[in-house]
């Protein structure tokens, strides 16, 4: 059987400006999706958001996965990643005046 | 009563058991090569809105399985293979997290937790960072079966290694209830955060140096075992690594019972950063056992 695990990273957190998960180390697993749920109405403009991975957990780069950000209350939106080696964490960005409550999970299989 | 005289523990033959000295019934032997064993996030109490939730609880996070990573020697491991549970704090002064595991008991008798942990900071400066991790620790959360008389009991025990920058190295309980807090309009739920920096005490005698090493990625595990007795619940022995604690000063935190929680057997370890870098606590492997 395949292992899985669902983490919750951020949660019930506004964020705004440049905004980051913490993060998440998964190195057993070979891919991961990751949800992003709007807790509230979304305020200003639309945000997105960009996977990013890292040796060390401390210095980041870009994956090449990019989502845009759910504006409406419950609206979920998602990334899909595999090769990533061990930590994760999305960068999100935001419209100036725009903010959003999020919660953002991360599942991943072996 | 169990004591910490581990001459009666039984004397396994397999290596996964024979770095623990446990009570004769194994209730979990819990070894994070093989996953999450149950451990998960301690998530505060809601209703209707997760804005109710303490915000010492909001500001917990998933567990992880870590390999010990670090960015100068890749990965460290643990001690028989390559994954740890691991918990990080945020990067904030006194920022917290928990991992808990929940069960119930079928016996109010002795039980005894062991486990092999370690504590890091975040790796992110070329210092020694020795008192950037605040404190680990662990803790039961018990409670009566619904037909005996008693309360919900949580002995916590935690390492408290630095405080404001002081190097502090020394074992700490608390006993000292903290206000409940109503959650929601129902009338069916509480919130409490036992794991406020107030109301901690010294254990007496309970200063130790534990091994650091001498670089913040150069990692060293420690044992512990603390014993409790589910019938008297009192704390009747902890030891970490060679030292042995005289727990006739220790005390639990103690409740009414809940109309929810009966015969609650959940233990949970704890991370605390003193500075503006992640606190890392490290799990091997737990051993949690029983005289029944």
């Known amino acids: 059987m395949r292992m899985s695990n669902s983490a919750v990273v951020t949660r019930n957190i506004t964020w705004s400006g440049l905004a980051h998960s913490e993060p998440y180390e998964a190195g057993w697993a070979g891919e991961a999706v990751i949800f992003v749920r709007a807790l509230k109405p979304g305020i200003g403009g639309a945000g997105i958001a960009h996977v990013e991975m890292s040796a060390d957990g401390m210095n980041w780069a870009r994956e090449g996965t990019s989502f845009p950000l759910p504006t409406s209350e419950n609206e979920v939106t998602f990334g899909r990643v595999s090769h990533f080696g061990n930590w994760l964490r999305i960068a999100a960005e935001f419209p100036e005046g725009a903010s959003l409550t999020v919660l953002v999970t991360l599942h991943f299989k072996s | ?292």
């Open chain 2, 1 to 292: 009563m169990p004591s910490l005289s581990h001459a009666q523990a039984r004397q396994p033959s397999d290596a996964a058991l024979s770095r623990f000295d446990p009570l004769p019934r194994i209730i979990c032997l819990d070894d994070f090569d093989r996953g999450f064993c149950g451990w998960t996030q301690l998530v505060g109490n809601y209703e209707d809105s997760l804005d109710a939730m303490l915000p010492g609880y909001a500001q917990h996070s998933s567990p992880m399985l870590s390999t010990l990573s670090h960015w100068d020697i890749g990965s460290h491991g643990g001690v028989d293979g390559d994954y740890a549970l691991k918990i990080a704090t945020g990067p904030r002064p006194g920022a917290q997290n928990v991992t808990i595991k929940r069960l119930t008991y079928r016996r109010a008798g002795p039980i005894r937790l062991e486990a092999y942990v370690t504590f890091k900071p975040e790796a992110n400066a070329l210092k020694l960072s020795e008192t950037d991790v605040r404190s680990f620790g662990f803790l039961f959360d018990l409670q009566v079966g619904d037909t005996t008389p008693g309360e919900r009991v949580m002995p916590h025990l935690r390492f408290l290694n630095a405080s404001s920058g002081e190097h502090v190295q020394k074992w700490q309980f608390k006993r000292q209830s903290v206000p409940i807090v109503p959650i929601g309009t129902e009338n069916k739920t509480i919130s409490h955060y036992h794991l406020s920096p107030d109301g901690w005490e010294d254990l007496p005698g309970g200063a130790q140096r534990l091994c650091y090493n001498e670089i913040p990625t150069k990692v060293n595990w420690h044992y512990i075992c603390f014993d409790f007795d589910l019938s008297s619940m009192q704390c009747t022995g902890f030891r970490c690594n060679d030292r042995v604690f005289d727990m006739s000063g220790f005390d639990s935190l103690r409740l009414p019972a809940m109309k929810n929680l009966w015969c609650m057997l959940n233990l949970a370890f704890f991370a605390e950063t003193d500075s503006g870098k992640r606190a890392f606590v490290y799990i091997d492997s737990v051993c949690l056992s029983g005289d029944f």
